[in-house]
């Protein structure tokens, strides 16, 4: 189970990466791999129900808060509360907390090309998948396109805890 959550973890980060949305049966293919593995008894990290639900449901609530100020896509948020079903609760603030700061380096990256008009393809590379036009930062984020794919980071990071996870602990030997 853990590679179909690795595999799972990589399509997201396929995805949105390349064309900056992360697809409905992407996200309940990955949800449904959390049950599966749950009802199997083959969780990767050895949770249990209420532990997956708690994740689940607890990383989804807390990006859907996100959502609703119009900060990120749709598709972050259950891709998150998919994410939370396979981890739990435990690792989620460390798993967010490395996404952000990969997230942020993007931007960072994205304005500074942006200013000072250097290396165009990467900046549109960085703005829009398939190298779409490059647009302006919009003052008004609501109706700004999302030009980072957090889900991407999110999974990105997720795998990097689970590298972490299997070198901390005895299950995986």
Same mark, same amino acid.
């Given at each position: 189970?853990? #590679?179909? $959550? &690795?595999? =799972? ?8 990466? !390349? ?6 049966s992407?996200v309940?293919?990955? +949800?449904? !791999?959390?049950?599966? +593995?749950? $009802?199997?008894n083959q969780?990767?990290f ?5 532990? &997956?639900? #708690?994740g689940?449901?607890?990383? =989804?609530?807390a990006? @859907?808060l996100?959502y609703?100020?119009?900060i990120?896509?749709?598709g972050?948020v259950?891709? /998150?509360?998919?994410?939370g @079903?396979?981890? !739990? $609760?435990a690792?989620l603030p460390?798993i967010?907390?490395? &996404?952000t700061l $990969?997230?942020a380096?993007?931007a960072l990256?994205?304005?500074a090309?942006?200013?000072l008009q250097? &290396?165009?393809?990467?900046?549109? /590379?960085?703005?829009? *998948? ?7 930062p919009d003052?008004?984020p609501?109706?700004q396109?999302r030009?980072? *794919?957090? /889900?991407?980071y999110?999974?990105?990071a997720?795998?990097?805890w689970?590298a972490?996870?299997?070198t901390?602990?005895p299950l =995986?030997?």
């Amino acid at each position: 189970m853990l #590679a179909g $959550l &690795a595999l =799972f973890l990589l399509a997201v980060v396929v995805s949105d990466f !390349g064309r900056r949305r992360v697809p409905n049966s992407l996200v309940l293919l990955g +949800a449904l !791999g959390a049950i599966a +593995a749950l $009802l199997l008894n083959q969780q990767p990290f050895g949770l249990g129900w209420r532990q &997956a639900l #708690a994740g689940g449901g607890a990383a =989804f609530g807390a990006l @859907l808060l996100v959502y609703a100020m119009g900060i990120m896509g749709a598709g972050d948020v259950k891709f /998150a509360g998919a994410l939370g @079903l396979w981890t !739990g $609760l435990a690792p989620l603030p460390a798993i967010w907390i490395a &996404a952000t700061l $990969l997230a942020a380096v993007h931007a960072l990256v994205w304005l500074a090309l942006h200013r000072l008009q250097v &290396a165009p393809r990467l900046l549109r /590379a960085l703005s829009h *998948p398939h190298g779409g036009p490059v647009q302006p930062p919009d003052p008004a984020p609501a109706r700004q396109a999302r030009h980072l *794919p957090l /889900a991407a980071y999110l999974a990105i990071a997720a795998l990097g805890w689970m590298a972490w996870y299997r070198t901390a602990t005895p299950l =995986f030997s």
